[in-house]
């Protein structure tokens, strides 16, 4: 059987507005197994970054709960989902986020060693994998975006997260870099048997994935999942 990753029921959010209060996120629950890939689509404004974010435990939500690798993060401190986030979960962002006095391969290796693991074997094979080989020693302001993100993935797989968050990871990209991009994301998602999450309003990434799901003002729709 196998592993369950993330565990997300009855999920909701709103947020106070000049205007009244907005649900962004409302009563979503979905599950994911080590290896799967799945794509979260939905017009802008429909709630996949919000619902990303508290995945990660970056926000909090009103109600409901979530799980990754069978800990709830509504039983942790604020510090210490901070620890759990750096060791179980692997973020890639569409901005890249770049520590940009840091090198590239410092930037590589920042989670891996915050963490204490870093593995040379598994950075040599995600440097190889992404073609940074010869851009190591460089500064990310004097790489392309399609190679800052590639740097970001990197960053976000090098510590062996059990989960991928990824929120439009290509959509600062060209139409050619942003296939080459998705293809290795997925491609090292599924060596390192972690479940990957992608937030993406394309249809041609969304069906690279196993699972496509859909979210409507906020709810998934049970049409399409």
Do not use: W
């Not at 439009?168 to 060209?174: A, I």
Request: include cysteine; glycine fraction near 8%.
């Amino acid at each position: 059987m196998a592993t369950e990753i993330l565990v997300v029921s009855g999920l909701s959010k709103a947020f106070e507005q000049p205007d009244g209060r907005v649900q962004v996120v409302e009563n979503v629950s979905l599950q994911l197994t080590a290896g799967a890939s799945t794509a979260l689509t939905g017009e802008s404004g429909s709630g996949k970054s919000t619902l990303l974010q508290l995945i990660a435990g970056l926000l909090e939500p009103d109600s409901g709960t979530v799980a990754i690798a069978g800990r709830e993060l509504a039983s942790m401190t604020d510090a210490g989902r901070a620890a759990f986030r750096r060791r179980h979960v692997g973020l890639v962002f569409q901005q890249f986020r770049l520590i940009m006095t840091l090198t590239v391969h410092d930037n590589i290796r920042l989670m891996a060693a915050l963490n204490n693991c870093v593995d040379a074997d598994h950075e040599a094979y995600l440097i190889h994998t992404l073609g940074l080989g010869d851009q190591l020693e460089k500064f990310p302001a004097q790489l392309s975006g399609g190679q800052q993100q590639r740097v970001g993935i990197a960053r976000a797989l090098n510590h062996k997260p059990q989960l991928i968050l990824a929120d439009e990871p290509t959509g600062s990209l060209d139409e050619n870099t942003s296939k080459a991009v998705a293809g290795l994301l997925l491609e090292l998602a599924a060596r390192t048997g972690a479940a990957l999450l992608t937030a993406t309003h394309s249809s041609t990434l969304a069906d690279t994935h196993q699972t496509v799901l859909k979210l409507r003002n906020g709810r998934l729709d049970t049409r399409l999942c």
